[in-house]
């Protein structure tokens, strides 16, 4: 199993009060002989008559010498999980979670227009001081 991102714990309590039950930490996945693991899994309860809402979210903190480089494995990440959820469990939608100052640096403006112009990526901005979700793009 993989080890938790330095901004895991902050990531789950900010979900929490956003309202979300973690379900799974992490949330398995299996790829014929290999495990995968997604940092969480969450679901909550948006209507009686709709259901629940369920997620998968991985974290990512950007810590990297390099934010492209960072940028490059997230996302390579994110899309392999994907593709494996579409078939394994296609109504949880997968997040990648990402600091404040990355959400606004990279997923705001031009940038952002650019990287969620597919409608393929999903992503949730944190506050790692506060421990609360910022913003999502969906």
Request: hydrophobic fraction near 40%; charge should be negative; proline fraction near 2%.
């Amino acid at each position: 199993m993989s080890a938790k991102d330095i901004f895991h714990d902050k990531v789950r309590r900010a979900l929490e009060k956003d309202g979300w039950t973690i379900t799974d930490d992490p949330y398995r996945l299996k790829w014929e002989l290999t495990t995968l693991y997604v940092d969480l899994a969450a679901e909550r309860a948006i209507a009686a008559e709709k259901g629940d809402q369920k997620i998968a979210v991985e974290v990512k903190s950007f810590i990297g010498k390099s934010e492209t480089a960072d940028l490059e494995q997230a996302i390579g990440q994110y899309f392999l999980y994907r593709w494996i959820m579409d078939i394994q469990d296609p109504d949880r939608l997968l997040f990648l979670a990402v600091p404040e100052t990355i959400y606004r640096q990279l997923f705001e403006g031009v940038k952002g227009e650019i990287l969620l112009s597919q409608g393929r990526l999903k992503i949730f901005g944190y506050s790692t001081e506060k421990e609360e979700v910022i913003g999502w793009k969906i």
